[in-house]
């Protein structure tokens, strides 16, 4: 059953919880072990009205999103987006580590109106440290592992930010070899940011719920499927309401492959079935050293 659990919790994508280990020794990372974390996603959105929209949420981490701003929705817009994110974790104790990650965003959006535009665009989108525990383990009872982390760099609507967003939340899990059940949930606080023209801006909080399945299909490969909803506040400026409360529901389904012990690769892919027309497609690869 070891050997089992193990594979699954390795495999599971960031969806899930920032690639969970999946033997009860390895949920975090071992004392003194530094793991090498680095995914690359492709996004496409598009959009069919003239309305202020919501931004796009591009997932990067465990329940971590990357907001990017969609501004004015044209006629017409489709956008494609690439983001690469390097993240590095240490093991504090065999119960808790601490994380920080980076991410780099390419986007190149294409808009008509009567008239066709392309705009491309690319910079470091954010930076963020945080840390997890692990609170119960696998046994009689379900794991349990809370996290915090927060931005210390963060570029929005062209602005640069620090400390003005925080996310809390929580992984549990139980393993009914070869099924491993899990489910996350997380609030994500955004405090106001000055804008490049002085206007006062602040992103939605959200909340977010996050059940999956993950199947052994045999000693390397593991199978993962689950559903992913987020609820998001509206936007504001200058205090005023920029967009309504919105809901949106997503699907995600993955593969992984475990090498050796150490590393492990998965590729996953996450589609909209309600709210927010958006596609994402993801390969990331961990190592510990």
Same mark, same amino acid.
């Given at each position: 059953?070891?050997?089992?659990?193990?594979i699954i919790f390795t495999l599971i994508p960031s969806i899930v919880y920032a690639d969970l280990p999946l033997s009860l020794e390895d949920i975090l990372t071992d004392?003194?072990?530094?793991?090498?974390?680095?995914?690359?996603?492709?996004?496409?959105?598009?959009?069919?009205?003239?309305?202020?929209?919501?931004?796009?949420?591009?997932?990067?981490?465990?329940?971590?999103?990357?907001?990017?701003?969609?501004?004015?929705?044209?006629?017409?817009?489709?956008?494609?987006?690439?983001?690469?994110?390097?993240?590095?974790?240490?093991?504090?104790?065999?119960?808790?580590?601490?994380?920080?990650?980076?991410?780099?965003?390419?986007?190149?959006?294409?808009?008509?109106?009567?008239?066709?535009?392309?705009?491309?665009?690319?910079?470091?989108?954010?930076?963020?440290?945080?840390?997890?525990?692990?609170?119960?383990?696998?046994?009689?009872?379900?794991?349990? @592992? %809370? $996290?915090?982390?927060?931005?210390?760099?963060?570029? &929005?609507?062209?602005?640069?930010? !620090? #400390?003005? +967003?925080?996310?809390?939340?929580?992984?549990?899990?139980?393993?009914?070899?070869?099924?491993?059940?899990?489910?996350?949930?997380?609030?994500?606080?955004?405090?106001?940011?000055?804008?490049?023209?002085?206007?006062?801006?602040?992103?939605?909080?959200?909340?977010?719920?996050?059940?999956?399945?993950?199947?052994?299909?045999?000693?390397?490969?593991?199978?993962?499927?689950?559903?992913?909803?987020?609820?998001?506040?509206?936007?504001?400026?200058?205090?005023?309401?920029?967009?309504?409360?919105?809901?949106?529901?997503?699907?995600?389904?993955?593969?992984? @492959? %475990? $090498?050796?012990?150490?590393?492990?690769?998965?590729? &996953?892919?996450?589609?909209?079935? !309600? #709210?927010? +027309?958006?596609?994402?497609?993801?390969?990331?690869?961990?190592?510990?050293?």
């Open positions: 059953m070891r050997k089992v659990t193990f004392k003194g072990k530094l793991k090498l974390e680095t995914s690359v996603s492709y996004i496409n959105g598009e959009s069919n009205h003239s309305e202020l929209s919501s931004p796009i949420y591009i997932q990067t981490g465990t329940a971590n999103f990357i907001a990017v701003p969609t501004e004015v929705r044209e006629r017409n817009q489709n956008s494609d987006m690439v983001v690469g994110t390097l993240g590095l974790r240490y093991g504090l104790t065999g119960n808790t580590d601490i994380y920080g990650s980076g991410s780099y965003l390419w986007r190149e959006d294409r808009q008509f109106d009567g008239e066709g535009r392309k705009t491309r665009d690319n910079s470091l989108s954010d930076i963020s440290l945080g840390i997890s525990h692990t609170f119960l383990k696998d046994e009689k009872n379900p794991a349990l @592992i %809370g $996290f915090i982390e927060g931005a210390v760099y963060e570029k &929005s609507h062209g602005k640069v930010s !620090s #400390g003005k +967003s925080w996310l809390i939340g929580a992984t549990t899990y139980k393993s009914i070899d070869p099924i491993v059940l899990s489910l996350t949930a997380a609030y994500r606080f955004n405090g106001s940011k000055t804008l490049l023209d002085g206007v006062k801006y602040r992103e939605g909080n959200y909340w977010l719920v996050n059940p999956s399945v993950a199947f052994a299909a045999n000693d390397r490969i593991s199978l993962i499927g689950g559903i992913q909803w987020l609820s998001k506040q509206p936007d504001q400026f200058d205090g005023k309401k920029e967009s309504i409360r919105t809901s949106s529901t997503y699907a995600h389904l993955g593969t992984g @492959i %475990g $090498f050796t012990k150490a590393t492990s690769m998965n590729i &996953s892919a996450r589609f909209g079935i !309600s #709210g927010q +027309s958006s596609s994402e497609l993801k390969l990331g690869v961990q190592h510990t050293f």
